[in-house]
């Protein structure tokens, strides 16, 4: 069965950074893009960027251009993406996805992952 | 990148067809990328896709669900409508150099 699953709920404080994993099963992170979206309360869904199997490669949402970092761990068939310089305005639930080379669309998603920024 | 624009709401019937509009520019959903697909998300729920490559439906999703495209504008449309589909739709489109944009989002009431 495929799946991916998320670490869990992040409490922060501003200027923090936070990192969030996304463990594959029934395939392999090395041979899928995986990416990664927000969604803030209430708002809709917002894309972040994406890792390629080949080399690690990213590519990036301009918002978020040199704030955020997607790597991959192989071994454990794990991708992490980090987000820094956390604001209230981080707060959302962080998910990630699989996309199948060159298929353009998102199939599965991680059940999401609660980032709450507080004083 | 800005987001796609969605109508905020839209609404039928049981049985009757609804039809949410995705406008994007020449850069994205009318670049001729066809990666143009549509997420269906129920609330407090995982988004799920319901049309893929602007006109392709997933295994499993029922067929009254259908996409299509004209110019700078993608549509998904619900025939049929059943309780169930009242969620939130969001479109998402290829824009360039590997990234994407979803769109603003559609709640769809079924009355």
């Known amino acids: 069965q495929v799946d991916l699953v998320q670490s869990g709920t992040e409490v922060m404080t501003p200027g923090a950074s936070v990192r969030v994993s996304c463990k594959s099963f029934g395939f392999s992170v090395s041979n899928y893009y995986i990416h990664w979206m927000r969604q803030a309360p209430g708002q809709g869904l917002e894309w972040m960027g994406v890792i390629f199997p080949s080399g690690g490669v990213t590519s990036y949402a301009q918002n978020f251009s040199g704030r955020v970092s997607l790597t991959r761990e192989t071994s454990t068939s794990t991708v992490y993406m980090e987000l820094r310089s956390l604001t209230s305005d981080d707060t959302a639930v962080y998910f990630c996805?699989?996309?199948?080379?060159?298929?353009?669309?998102?199939?599965?998603w991680g059940q999401g992952t609660l980032v709450a920024v507080s004083s | 990148q800005s987001a796609l624009t969605q109508p905020p709401s839209a609404s039928g019937s049981p049985g009757q067809s609804v039809t949410i509009s995705c406008t994007g520019t020449s850069s994205d959903v009318g670049g001729n990328y066809n990666f143009v697909s549509w997420y269906q998300q129920h609330p407090g729920k995982v988004p799920k896709v319901v049309i893929y490559g602007v006109t392709k439906r997933p295994s499993g999703v029922p067929d009254r669900f259908s996409g299509s495209q004209s110019g700078n504008t993608a549509s998904l449309t619900i025939s049929g409508l059943q309780a169930e589909d009242e969620a939130d739709y969001y479109c998402?489109?290829?824009?360039?150099?590997?990234?994407?944009?979803f769109g603003s989002g559609t709640k769809v009431t079924v009355l």
């Open positions: 998402c489109s290829y824009v360039d150099r590997s990234k994407y944009v």
């Open positions: 996805a699989r996309e199948a080379p060159y298929t353009g669309y998102f199939d599965p």
